[in-house]
């Protein structure tokens, strides 16, 4: 088998646009969507390996649109904070970079332009960026091929929508040893040249400069983009904090998690960065297990859900038991009902709810134990199922960093409508989904000092 073959068959491998990549063209095109790092990055390492092959050099090429549905202005700011550091990485492994905004963002012109030998994407479950990647297929000249790269085990093989973590661990389990490795950091051996006629990039050009951008929500300070951060923040946690997770993720108050997942959402870190790090961290397994069980379980879980699921961002992707259940109780009387606008500006009586509300607000990130109480009262405090999911999917898009992520939509999945959970006690408004109230929840952790730093925060108005 020749090496085109065997790439080929890599089980990350999707071969979008078949054909022998063009030895007349002068490099190999890398369209970086989702994976945006140099780093552990199994797209990029196609892309340098192909081009080491036809001894051609490497260009990555960054789209950037106004319109990705649901993306405003907080998530631009983040996504082009990291681009100048990005393009300094490429460049240590010869790889060149070129961003082109909209309405110069055509890949299949710039492939054109640059006279691509062969495209290299990288996947994204979401149904917009699988649009385009179709789009590529049909538009491209030149063989496409795009490689999953933000997973740890490549999601293809999990064949179709699980039903719940139980169904998924043990073939995952069985598929890690393939693929728990440390890449290879292999340097593109023609280094890209850049024509003359495409601007270089400058850490003072703003590079969102001209777009019309939805700007519902406000930038965020105080967490700065990219791989550089994110590998500094793995390090300070896996040193100091994995060893205490099981005990303290489920305390919003002390900050006990990793807080890596704007990182992973924008692909500026790779999950088998991170796992390869906590495994091998002096830390007990316990502490390991159960974070890989997040990283990978959990977060591959809904990877699946979106993959597999066309209805992963509505209602209708419910299981039949809770259509049953929830639809019983859909006449229910609801003693608490706010608007959209109410939740939004956290208006409500619940002072833990409006702190978990207000932590997204002012700093694009939420606890996981508080995403799942939030999710769970717009359900409660919403006039149908319907509308609580749509209400969660617009703020949890708009405000987290890490929206737009197959996580959020599992999570929300998860709280209102009982995916890959089971039915518990039956009661008013949640039928069998599992309820949380606010008595018992706010009894799990400090919720006193959870509240009164997201005051603190507030006073000091971190927008
Ligand atoms: C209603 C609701 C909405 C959510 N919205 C999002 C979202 O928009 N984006 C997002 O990335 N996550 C979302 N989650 C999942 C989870 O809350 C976050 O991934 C987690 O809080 C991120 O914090 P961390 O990086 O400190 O997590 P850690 O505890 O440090 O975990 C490490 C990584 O594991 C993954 N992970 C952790 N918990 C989960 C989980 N429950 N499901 C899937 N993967 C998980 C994440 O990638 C995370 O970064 C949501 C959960 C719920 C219940």
């Not at 390996?49 to 260009?59: D, I, S, T």
């Not at 890209?192 to 777009?211: C, E, N, T, V």
């Amino acid at each position: 088998m020749n090496l085109w073959q065997q790439w080929k068959q890599d089980r990350r491998v999707t071969v979008r646009r078949p054909g022998e990549p063009d030895a007349a063209g002068r490099c190999v095109v890398y369209w970086m969507q989702r994976a945006q790092r140099a780093l552990d990055n199994p797209a990029l390492d196609l892309a340098v390996r192909a081009g080491n092959e036809l001894q051609k050099p490497v260009v990555v090429f960054l789209g950037l649109v106004p319109f990705y549905p649901h993306a405003n202005v907080r998530h631009y700011r983040f996504l082009v904070s990291a681009i100048p550091a990005l393009a300094d990485d490429l460049g240590e492994r010869n790889v060149g970079f070129v961003l082109r905004a909209y309405p110069d963002h055509s890949l299949s012109r710039f492939s054109e332009e640059v006279r691509a030998c062969l495209v290299v994407g990288d996947e994204n479950p979401m149904r917009e960026p699988e649009s385009w990647r179709q789009k590529a297929a049909q538009d491209l000249r030149v063989p496409f091929w795009t490689v999953d790269a933000d997973v740890v085990v490549p999601s293809r093989l999990l064949e179709k929508e699980q039903y719940a973590a139980r169904t998924l661990r043990p073939r995952i389990h069985r598929l890690l040893p393939d693929f728990l490795a440390a890449p290879k950091k292999i340097k593109a051996q023609v280094a890209w040249k850049k024509p003359r006629d495409l601007p270089a990039l400058s850490a003072q050009h703003d590079l969102l400069q001209g777009l019309k951008l939805d700007s519902s929500a406000r930038e965020v300070a105080g967490m700065a983009a990219g791989t550089r951060p994110a590998l500094r923040i793995l390090q300070e946690f896996v040193q100091r904090r994995l060893a205490g997770y099981p005990r303290e993720r489920n305390h919003p108050e002390l900050a006990g998690t990793s807080q890596l997942s704007p990182y992973l959402h924008f692909g500026h870190i790779g999950p088998l960065t991170i796992a390869l790090a906590v495994q091998k961290a002096d830390a007990p397994a316990a502490a390991q297990e159960a974070y890989l069980e997040q990283l990978i379980v959990r977060r591959e879980l809904a990877i699946n859900f979106v993959r597999f699921n066309p209805f992963y961002d509505s209602m209708e992707c419910l299981e039949p038991w809770a259509q049953r259940t929830l639809g019983d109780h859909a006449q229910d009387f609801r003693p608490v009902l706010y608007s959209e606008k109410q939740l939004e500006n956290a208006e409500t009586h619940d002072p833990l709810w409006n702190a978990a509300q207000k932590q997204m607000l002012l700093t694009g990130w939420m606890h996981n134990y508080l995403r799942m109480y939030w999710a769970k009262k717009i359900l409660e405090w919403s006039p149908s199922p319907a509308v609580a999911y749509q209400r969660a999917v617009t703020l949890n898009d708009r405000y987290e960093l890490d929206g737009r992520d197959p996580n959020g939509y599992a999570g929300i999945a998860w709280a209102i409508v009982g995916k890959h959970d089971r039915p518990w006690f039956t009661r008013e408004i949640f039928g069998s989904v599992r309820y949380m109230s606010y008595a018992s929840t706010s009894r799990k952790f400090d919720s006193s000092r959870y509240i009164e730093q997201v005051g603190a925060l507030e006073r000091r108005g971190r927008v």
